[in-house]
Nanobody, 124 residues
């Protein structure tokens, strides 16, 4: 079993920055990929970014390219999401996820474990 705990959410003004963290614990931590997703009220959960645990290759949603950066610290079993130039439309609950099987990392079905989520609110 794996536990994922997100932190770093909060309220920020348009144009501001936040850094989310997701710390993993539990079984030997060697996932195929870690991802960040978000869900706004009344909307489906959507892909934000993903990183392969081995190698570090990344994927981003078009809506966040150039503004968000995903990174990982293998020694700490932690993944980060640096969010810059935030916009009101980035407001959502952000979830981190871990997947053990090689899969299409932009889909929720690629992930086996999920965190509880952290709220990000961007005021205009």
């Amino acid at each position: 079993q794996v536990q994922l705990v997100e932190s770093g959410g909060g309220l920020v003004q348009t144009g501001g920055s936040l850094r989310l963290s997701c710390a993993a614990s539990g079984r030997t931590f060697r996932p195929y990929a870690m991802g960040w997703f978000r869900q706004a009220p009344g909307k489906e959960r959507e892909f934000v970014a993903a990183i392969r645990w081995s190698g570090g290759s990344t994927n981003y949603a078009d809506s966040v390219k150039g503004r968000f950066t995903i990174s990982r610290d293998n020694a700490k079993n932690t993944v980060y999401l640096q969010m810059n130039s935030l916009k009101p439309e980035d407001t959502a609950v952000y979830y981190c996820a871990a997947g053990w099987q090689a899969a299409v990392v932009v889909t929720t079905t690629a992930y086996d474990y999920w965190g509880q989520g952290t709220q990000v609110t961007v005021s205009s």
